[in-house]
């Protein structure tokens, strides 16, 4: 009997750490389907735009889904070590907010 619990925990355990990579490749697949329909643009064309009027390299990218509309988040770190992050309306591929230091060191 003991044995068995320690298999369901170890069972359970290794469920609970895989959900949120299974939950994360559900988000792409969703969103490469919603770039696909013409729902929302694509992340390569938001980059592109990243790198002709900023400087700087991708650290990170986020997928966030707030009240119904889906956003870019884009974090970069400038050539001065500034960390800087920029928010993207997916559906239209405006920019719709920068936060950070030294944001116009980074412009082009």
């Known amino acids: 009997m003991k044995t068995s ?3 369901l925990s170890c069972t ?10 299974a939950r994360a490749d559900d988000d792409w697949r969703s969103l490469h389907d919603d770039v696909r329909a013409g729902r929302l643009v694509s992340l390569g064309s938001v980059l592109d735009w990243l790198e002709q009027h900023y400087v700087g390299n991708v650290i990170e990218v ?5 009240d ?3 956003y870019y988040e884009i974090e970069m770190v400038g050539p ?3 960390v800087v992050e920029f928010e993207f309306d997916a559906a ?3 920019l719709v ?10 412009k082009r």
């Open 5 to 7: 619990i320690k298999v």
């Open 80 to 82: 001065q070590g500034q």
């Open 92 to 94: 239209t591929g405006e």
């Open 97 to 106: 907010g920068i936060e950070g230091v030294n944001i116009n060191g980074m």
């Open 12 to 21: 359970f355990a290794l469920l609970l750490a895989l959900w949120p990579a």
């Open 68 to 70: 119904g509309k889906v």
């Open 62 to 66: 986020e997928l966030d889904r707030d």
